[in-house]
């Protein structure tokens, strides 16, 4: 009795920080979902349904956006140098997403030419994770189900009616039951930063179609307060809960990058799980890239100085920070994106068996 009574206040907690200014616009485009979520017991889970916690606002209370507004960086004056952002680039098309406008709405479904990303977020745990949202050759669009697991957001896919578990990256309930969602590389960085290396790019406005105190988290001191959880959640000791950390991730395992890590030096080549990968960073940013056989050779020189371009080779190519080489021999061709994501240090070991780097 005593736990069920402790889940409640943190839900009814949640519920009221997140329904706060909560007045939707009349040009809100958010689409109505008239699907039940499904009760945790009442359907198969590919996870212990148990555990999977009524977040508080219910379903599409927390609304994701969809095709939302960009400006120029000039006209945004809503963020702090300080304040995160997480940025995505398909060719010359190059936009940025603050976490103040996630930590309200956790999905932006957005379309960047070809691509059909969809960009989530869950403020609980921190994790900034990109999914390209055509799934066996349809286009979808994803929600909140107001649904957790582990204090993750569990997002549903509106085609089918599926949830889904963001940090592990598949559907866990529903017709697409074990289905895995495609990664997208997304790059997290502070604001500062951000603007440094792409002045030219589009950022998300606060003209969302909804009414918020966008640059308020509506969590309080949540992200820098180790001690404080919403919900009950799995705790590892071995580094500080709200850390951020870059975890890869493979099938069960992962393992875990720590930003001191790139203090006295900038690259890092290391191997998991038989796999070799190349990391570089600075105190604002850790980017990783799976090597291949033809870039496994490759010496990499970090070369970052406020431009996009982060690495150079042996061979003359310059790469920048989406594993595009935009100069010498390989211009053109990828770096593999890393399966890893961003996040708070305890929310990673809550999911998969993990390691640390260094430790």
Not at 11 to 40: H, K, W
Not at 258 to 287: C, E
């Amino acid at each position: 009795m005593k736990k069920k009574i402790i889940t409640f206040v943190c839900a009814a907690g949640l519920l009221i920080s997140c329904s706060s200014d909560s007045t939707q616009d009349s040009n809100s485009n958010e689409t109505p979902n008239d699907n039940p979520t499904p009760e945790p017991g009442t359907v198969t889970w590919s996870i212990p349904q148990s555990e999977v916690l009524d977040g508080g606002p219910g379903k599409d209370g927390i609304p994701a956006l969809i095709n939302p507004n960009f400006g120029a960086i000039g006209s945004i004056n809503y963020l702090l140098d300080t304040d995160l952002v997480i940025g995505f680039k398909q060719d010359d098309d190059i936009r940025a997403y603050p976490h103040a406008i996630l930590d309200w709405h956790e999905i932006v479904n957005d379309n960047i030419g070809t691509v059909s990303v969809a960009v989530t977020y869950c403020p609980l745990t921190g994790t900034g994770i990109g999914w390209n949202r055509v799934i066996k050759g349809k286009e979808t669009t994803f929600g909140v189900s107001g649904l957790l697991y582990n204090t993750n957001l569990i997002p549903y896919d509106r085609e089918t009616n599926s949830n889904w578990s963001q940090i592990l990256n598949e559907s866990v309930n529903g017709s697409l039951l074990g289905e895995k969602a495609k990664l997208i590389k997304l790059f997290e960085t502070d604001w500062k930063t951000w603007k440094t290396i792409y002045p030219n790019s589009k950022v998300l406005t606060t003209n969302t179609g909804f009414s918020r105190t966008y640059g308020r988290s509506p969590y309080g001191d949540y992200n820098t307060n180790n001690d404080r959880f919403l919900f009950p959640v799995p705790k590892d000791s071995r580094l500080p809960s709200k850390e951020r950390v870059l975890a890869i991730i493979d099938n069960g395992d992962a393992k875990a990058y720590r930003f001191q890590s790139f203090t006295s030096n900038n690259i890092i080549k290391d191997s998991f799980k038989g796999k070799n990968y190349v990391l570089t960073g600075n105190q604002n940013f850790i980017l990783s890239f799976e090597l291949e056989s033809n870039t496994a050779e490759l010496l990499f020189e970090y070369v970052y100085s406020g431009t996009e371009v982060i690495l150079k080779d042996n061979e003359g190519t310059e790469w920048n920070i989406f594993g595009e080489a935009v100069s010498g021999p390989r211009t053109g061709q990828f770096l593999k994106p890393a399966p890893a994501f961003m996040g708070f240090w305890f929310s990673i070991p809550a999911f998969y068996t993990t390691v640390i780097y260094g430790i």
